[in-house]
C-alpha cells in the first residue's frame, strides 16, 4: 500500500462550489504539507502542518483552508472554488531532524478542474 | 527574480545519450539540493540530494552544486527510455524547522528508443 494516498485522484467542479482534498500517510511522520503544482510554475507550497496543533499558511494560502484531523490525516479545502485553482494538488510528509526535515514523501495528487 | 529558475524544456535525447540538467538560484542560504524525479501522472520522488557543495553520484547520476556560481546540475549517463520524466530540482537552508524547500519549475526529458 502507498504510504501517502490522497482522495480523489480526479475531480471536475463548478464555480464557487466547495471542495475537500483528503490526505492519509502511514509513514509516522508528523509534518506534512499541501502543494499545487502548475505548468511552468512548479511546485508552490499552499499551507503545511508540523502537528495536529501547528498550521501555517505557505505562500499561496488565499482561498484554501486546511483541517490537521490527525496525525495522519490532512485535508485541504476550497471553500468556493474558482476556474484560477485548476491545477494538480499534491499532498507531502516529512520527518523532523537533519535532511529529513528537509526530504518530502509525496502522494499520487488529485487533478481538480473548476468549470 | 524567482528563487529557483530552470529551463522547462521539453528536453528529447536519443537513448545513451549524456543528459544535462541545470538549475540556479538566488538564495544563498541554501545548503540542501535536491533532484526529484516525477513521472507522469504520479507525485514527485526524491532521487539524490547534495549537503552544501561539491560532486554526488550514485549509479548513472551525479548531482553537482557550485555555490559559488549559485548553480546546481544532474548529469544522467547512458540515459535510458525509464529516465524519460520531469526531473524538478529543490533547495532548502534546511537549518531550522521552518526552511522551506523551494521547487524548480522541473524540466521535462524525453528519452527516445
Known amino acids: 500500500d502507498a504510504d501517502v494516498t490522497q482522495t480523489p485522484r480526479n475531480r471536475i467542479t463548478k464555480t464557487g462550489k466547495r471542495i475537500m482534498l483528503e490526505c492519509s500517510q502511514t509513514?509516522?511522520?508528523?509534518?506534512m504539507y499541501w502543494y499545487r503544482q502548475d505548468p511552468g510554475l512548479g511546485l508552490r507550497l499552499i499551507y503545511y502542518?508540523?502537528?495536529?496543533?501547528?498550521?501555517n499558511k505557505g505562500e499561496i494560502s488565499d482561498g484554501y483552508s486546511v483541517s490537521r484531523q490527525a496525525q495522519a490525516k490532512f485535508s485541504l479545502s476550497l471553500e468556493s472554488a474558482i476556474p484560477n485553482q485548476t491545477a494538480l494538488y499534491f499532498c507531502?510528509?516529512?520527518?523532523?531532524?537533519?535532511?529529513?526535515?528537509?526530504?518530502?514523501?509525496f502522494g499520487p495528487g488529485t487533478r481538480l478542474t473548476v468549470l | 527574480q524567482k528563487e529557483v529558475e530552470q529551463d522547462p524544456g521539453p528536453l528529447s535525447v536519443p537513448e545513451g545519450a549524456i543528459v544535462s540538467l541545470n538549475c540556479t538560484y538566488s538564495?544563498?542560504?541554501?545548503?540542501?539540493f535536491m533532484w526529484y524525479r516525477q513521472y507522469s501522472r504520479k507525485g514527485p520522488e526524491l532521487l539524490m540530494y547534495?549537503?552544501?557543495?561539491g560532486n554526488k553520484e550514485d549509479g548513472r547520476f551525479t548531482a553537482q552544486v557550485d555555490k559559488s556560481s549559485k548553480y546546481i546540475s544532474l548529469f544522467i549517463r547512458d540515459s535510458q527510455p525509464s529516465d524519460s520524466a520531469t526531473y524538478l530540482c529543490?533547495?532548502?537552508?534546511?537549518?531550522?524547522?521552518?526552511?522551506?524547500?523551494?521547487f524548480g519549475p522541473g524540466t521535462s526529458l524525453s528519452v527516445i528508443p
Open positions: 507531502a510528509t516529512g520527518g523532523v531532524g537533519g535532511f529529513s526535515r528537509t526530504e518530502q514523501f
Open positions: 529543490a533547495m532548502s537552508a534546511g537549518e531550522t524547522s521552518y526552511d522551506k524547500v523551494i
Open positions: 509513514k509516522g511522520h508528523d509534518r
Open positions: 538564495n544563498s542560504a541554501f545548503q540542501y
Open positions: 502542518s508540523f502537528d495536529v496543533k501547528d498550521i
Open positions: 547534495t549537503y552544501s557543495s
